[in-house]
């Protein structure tokens, strides 16, 4: 998500599309251990199931991990009227960070990552341009299908595989230099797409991240509406 004015956020980006300006290598760390193992499944469907969507009301709880940072922190995902939030970490945690479509505006806000110093006062960065649910969503109805999978863990969850990627430059190949900025895959309930189980994020967004591999997995997923705050010091969407 290296300016912490650019951090993270499309979930997507994809969760929304969040650029970094730089890269800065942390220390070694101990990685824990990946949430759960993906396996693929074969399946011979033969109508390709429904691209993700992003609800207007939800609430998820989960882990937000950087396994070669050895970070595993408590996540929060939630929405409420078309607005949505994402919170890692917290005060006592190695991570915290916010993101949030708010109002047809996309802010992020880190408070905290390792290794790097975040000096006073924190600014919340207003990522210019119009960004609202709807866009986040069209952008997720050009993802690739990968396949069915399964997420297994404590409960296996039966998921779709879909890649969503925004890239910079020409589309013309050759005509000039092009460059990814966001890439997410993106696991979603087979049966609902609008039902997050886990995604994991590479791109500009991560480059505070020695490894671009930066994951959060769902523990909850609730389609009811969440609490959206934009934080103080993030200035209004109208300013």
């Not at 993270?8 to 980006?13: D, I, S």
């Not at 300006?21 to 101990?30: N, T």
């Not at 499944?41 to 992003?54: A, M």
Request: proline share 11%; glycine share 8%; aromatic share 12%.
């Amino acid at each position: 998500m290296a300016s912490t004015r650019t951090r993270r956020t499309l979930v997507a980006a994809v969760a929304g599309g969040v650029f970094a300006l730089g890269v800065i290598a942390p220390g070694p760390a101990v990685a824990p251990p990946l949430p759960r193992a993906v396996q693929a499944v074969d399946s011979s469907s033969p109508q390709e199931p429904r691209p993700p969507q992003l609800p207007a009301d939800f609430q998820g709880t989960g882990r937000y991990i950087v396994r070669d940072l050895g970070v595993d922190v408590p996540f929060t995902w939630q929405g409420k009227d078309g607005n949505s939030q994402m919170t890692a970490g917290g005060q006592e945690h190695p991570i915290w960070f916010t993101n949030l479509i708010y109002e047809n505006t996309l802010y992020t806000l880190t408070y905290k990552w390792p290794n790097i110093p975040l000096y006073p006062p924190r600014a919340c960065s207003k990522i210019p341009g119009f960004f609202n649910r709807q866009i986040f969503n069209d952008k997720l109805k050009t993802a690739r299908f990968v396949g069915p999978e399964i997420l297994q863990g404590e409960k296996d969850r039966h998921v779709d595989h879909w890649r969503v990627g925004v890239v910079g430059g020409s589309s013309v190949a050759g005509e000039v230099f092009r460059f990814p900025i966001a890439l997410g895959d993106n696991y979603v309930d087979q049966r609902d797409p609008s039902q997050w189980w886990q995604v994991l994020q590479v791109g500009f967004q991560n480059l505070f991240d020695p490894e671009l591999d930066e994951w959060f997995t769902m523990t909850t997923f609730e389609h009811r509406p969440g609490v959206v705050t934009l934080p103080d010091r993030c200035p209004p969407p109208t300013s």
